[in-house]
C-alpha cells in the first residue's frame, strides 16, 4: 500500500464556483485563472469543469501550450505578457493574448514579424506598483499600440492591491478611470476579491458600466477560498472547496501529564490523553509554521495539531473523539483541508490563517510527491 496521503480535486465545486462568478458579474466574461498549474491543483484536472469559462489566464507559455493541447481553441491571456521576444511567436502560432506592461514588451511587438495581428491588454499601474505602465505614460503607450500593424486590438487591463482589505479600490478606480477616458477597447479590473467584494461599483460614473467591466480575472474564489478571510468565509461567500488534502492515522500514543509530542517537545500534555500520528509533513506541502492549534478534520471531527509539524508526519489531539466515543485508530481519515467523508468541511483559509500564511500558498505548495485523484 502507498503511503496513505491523497489529494482529491472536485469538479462540480470548480463548477459551482465558477457559476458564482456569473452570478456576481453576469454582465461580465470570466477568465478562470489557472497559473501555477490551476493553483496547484493540474490543468488537465480542472479542464473539464472549467471549460464553459469564457477564456483561461496564466502567465506561462508552457502552461498555454498544455491548455492548447487540450484542445481548447478559446481565448487565453498571459497576464505578464511575454518574456523575451521570441516569445511572440508561440503567441502568434497559438492565439495568444497578452498583456503589455512595459515599453520593452512594445517594442518586442514592433519588431516582431507575423501574419496574425495580436490582441493585447495594455496594462495600467493604478498604484499597485508592480507592472503597468504609470498614468502618464499610459496614452503613448496606448498610441504606439494602435498604430503597430502587429497589433489588432487594444484592452485595458489593471489590478487591485487592496481588494481584500480596509483600503480598498476607489483611489485605483479613480487613476483607471481619469487615465482610460475615451479610450476605447474592454476593461479588465477584478480579481476575486474585487468580483466578490465590489463588482457592482459603478465605473465612469455612467450606473450602466459596473467594475466587473467586460472580463473578471477570477483565481482563488474559482478554488473555494475566500479572498478576504477572516472578514468573510468561503461559506459566506457560497464557495464550495476544490481541493482536499487527505491522510490516514498511521500511529496512536498514549500521553501522561508532562509527556511532550515531536521535535522541540513544543506540546507537553497536562493530563492523560491520546495522539495520533498522521502522515503528513512539510514535505508533502504542509505548513510547518503550523502551531498547536491549528485545526485539522479526524473521522469528520474537528480537532487540532499538537506540536511541531515534521517533515513526513504530524501529530493531532484525539481528545474530542474519545470524548465523543468517536473510534480513532491507524487507519482513520485525517483532513488536512477539503472535505472529509463525513460531509465534514475545513477551509484552507482556516489551517493557512493559523499558519501565518494565505489559503493560495497552502494550495500552490501540495508537494510533487503527494498523488493525486484523479490522476492527471
Ligand atoms: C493571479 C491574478 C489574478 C487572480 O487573483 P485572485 O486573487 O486569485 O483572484 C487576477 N489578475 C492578475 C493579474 C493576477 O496575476
Excluded at 473539464?48 to 502567465?59: C, H, Q, V
Excluded at 461567500?237 to 513544543?266: E, F, H, K, N
Excluded at 482513520?332 to 489551517?351: P, Y
Aim: aromatic letters at 6%; one cysteine or more; glycine letters at 8%.
Amino acid at each position: 500500500m502507498p503511503r496513505p496521503i491523497l489529494a482529491t480535486v472536485h469538479p462540480e465545486a470548480l463548477r459551482h464556483n465558477l457559476n458564482q462568478a456569473r452570478v456576481r458579474a453576469p454582465d461580465a466574461r470570466v477568465w478562470a485563472v489557472v497559473k501555477a498549474n490551476a493553483y496547484g491543483h493540474g490543468i488537465e484536472r480542472c479542464f473539464d469543469a472549467l471549460r464553459s469559462a469564457d477564456g483561461f489566464a496564466l502567465l506561462d507559455l508552457a502552461e498555454a501550450e498544455r491548455l492548447r493541447a487540450l484542445d481548447w481553441r478559446g481565448p487565453i491571456l498571459l497576464l505578464e505578457g511575454v518574456f523575451e521576444p521570441r516569445d511572440l511567436e508561440l503567441c502568434s502560432r497559438l492565439h495568444l493574448w497578452h498583456a503589455v506592461h512595459c515599453i520593452e514588451q512594445i517594442d518586442w511587438l514592433a519588431a516582431h514579424k507575423t501574419q496574425v495581428p495580436h490582441r493585447v491588454f495594455l496594462k495600467l499601474n493604478s498604484g499597485m506598483n508592480r507592472l503597468g505602465f504609470t498614468p502618464t505614460a499610459f496614452r503613448a503607450a496606448w498610441a504606439r499600440l494602435n498604430a503597430l500593424p502587429q497589433v489588432e486590438e487594444i484592452s485595458l487591463m489593471t489590478h487591485f492591491s487592496d481588494a481584500d482589505g480596509p483600503r480598498g479600490i476607489a483611489h485605483q478606480v479613480a487613476v483607471f478611470e481619469q487615465a482610460t477616458a475615451d479610450l476605447p477597447g474592454e476593461r479588465t479590473l477584478c480579481n476575486s476579491a474585487a468580483l466578490l467584494r465590489h463588482a457592482s461599483t459603478p465605473l465612469r460614473g455612467d450606473g450602466v458600466t459596473t467594475l466587473a467591466g467586460d472580463w473578471v480575472r477570477e483565481g482563488i474564489a474559482l478554488y473555494g477560498c475566500a479572498p478576504d478571510y477572516p472578514e468573510n468565509t468561503a461559506a459566506g461567500w457560497d464557495l464550495q472547496p476544490t481541493m482536499t488534502l487527505a491522510s490516514r492515522l498511521i500511529g496512536v500514543q498514549q500521553l501522561q501529564p508532562g509527556d511532550t509530542v515531536g521535535y522541540g517537545s513544543a506540546f507537553a500534555a497536562e493530563a492523560p490523553m491520546r495522539v495520533g500520528v498522521v502522515a503528513c509533513g512539510y514535505a508533502d506541502g504542509y505548513p510547518r509554521h503550523a502551531p498547536t492549534g491549528t485545526p485539522v478534520l479526524v473521522a469528520g471531527v474537528r480537532t487540532r495539531v499538537l506540536g511541531r509539524v515534521s517533515m513526513d508526519m504530524l501529530a493531532v489531539d484525539l481528545s474530542p473523539l474519545d470524548a465523543a466515543g468517536v473510534p480513532a485508530e491507524v487507519g482513520t481519515e485525517v483532513v488536512l483541508w477539503g472535505r472529509s467523508a463525513s460531509g465534514a468541511v475545513l477551509a484552507a483559509d482556516e489551517v493557512a490563517a493559523s499558519a501565518g500564511t494565505i489559503a493560495y500558498e497552502l494550495l500552490c505548495a501540495v508537494a510533487p510527491r503527494v498523488p493525486f485523484s484523479p490522476p492527471p
